[in-house]
């Protein structure tokens, strides 16, 4: 019986042509050279400017889009889709109705939303970076 894996690396690349077709050299950690298929390689890697850290430069492209909705007269809902179809959902409120602000209520949301994405890309660059230990 086969045994499903999911896996995350790191690696460089720099596009190269192969055969007439548009792909990516893929240099691994341990050396290994291999060439990859354009589309193929940009749906498993997402490209980041520092291999140490996570910059709000990727946390905010990897937010595709949000919808901000009202529930009742103080409350505030974010639901963001991120680039991989994967959804986020934050909420604020305010104790007075009179005291309500989407606009503000929104930036609050987003923030959180944004905190979330930016722990969930630090654990995946970790996991890139170290893999999974075995002993």
Known sequence: MHQT?????????????KHG????EVIYPDGYVSWSPKATFETAYFPISD???ISETV???????????T??????????????????????????A??????LGAAECLQKIEAQVWHLLGFTLRWARTGVPTD
């Open 5 to 17: 894996y999911i896996g995350v690396k790191e690696v460089e690349a720099k596009p190269l042509k």
């Open 21 to 24: 077709r548009d792909g990516y």
């Open 59 to 69: 946390v905010e492209a990897f937010i595709d889009d949000t919808e901000t909705l």
């Open 71 to 96: 529930l009742g007269e103080k409350t505030t809902i974010i639901r963001a889709r991120l680039i991989n179809g994967f959804e986020l959902f934050a909420h604020s409120a305010c104790v007075d």
């Open 98 to 103: 009179a005291n309500y602000n989407e606009v």
């Open 51 to 53: 291999s140490t850290r």
